[in-house]
């Protein structure tokens, strides 16, 4: 399904140039999605649109330095860094935790277990 999305994506395009790097993320981003959660996501959604945003914000202003030194967190700018990361994460646990409660729903909770093993492994690698 990503593949024919993508492709219908780079053909509304009509050889003009573009920013693959959105498309690309967003289709993995629903592949990821379609296993956890067994159902894939609109590009257009706009909790999926904030999600991938999020993410890709996570990975632009991933701080090393703040990561080793806890205590720079005290610091304005490492602040600022902190308060937005803290933020984003908190974005992306709420959209994680609405899913899993969608997913509930439907599936029985040994399936639920997994889905949250696999979400802790995926967050915390």
């Known amino acids: 399904m990503e593949v024919e999305e993508m492709i219908n994506k780079v053909r509304e395009q009509q050889g003009r140039p573009f920013d693959v790097k959105q498309l690309t993320t967003s289709c993995v981003a629903n592949v990821i999605m379609s296993v956890l959660f067994g159902r894939r996501f609109d590009h257009s959604d706009p909790a999926f649109r904030q999600l991938v945003c999020d993410m890709e914000d996570e990975n632009d202003n991933f701080s090393m330095d703040l990561q080793l030194f ?38 029985n909770c040994i399936t639920v277990i997994i889905i949250i093993i696999i979400i802790i492994i995926f967050v915390y690698l």
Do not use: D
Request: aromatic letters at 10%; hydrophobic letters at 45%; glycine letters at 0%.
């Open 70 to 107: 806890h205590a720079l967190r005290f610091l304005p700018h490492y602040r600022k860094v902190a308060a937005k990361e803290i933020k984003t994460i908190k974005r992306v646990f709420e959209f994680i935790r609405n899913n899993i409660a969608a997913c509930t729903k439907v599936c």
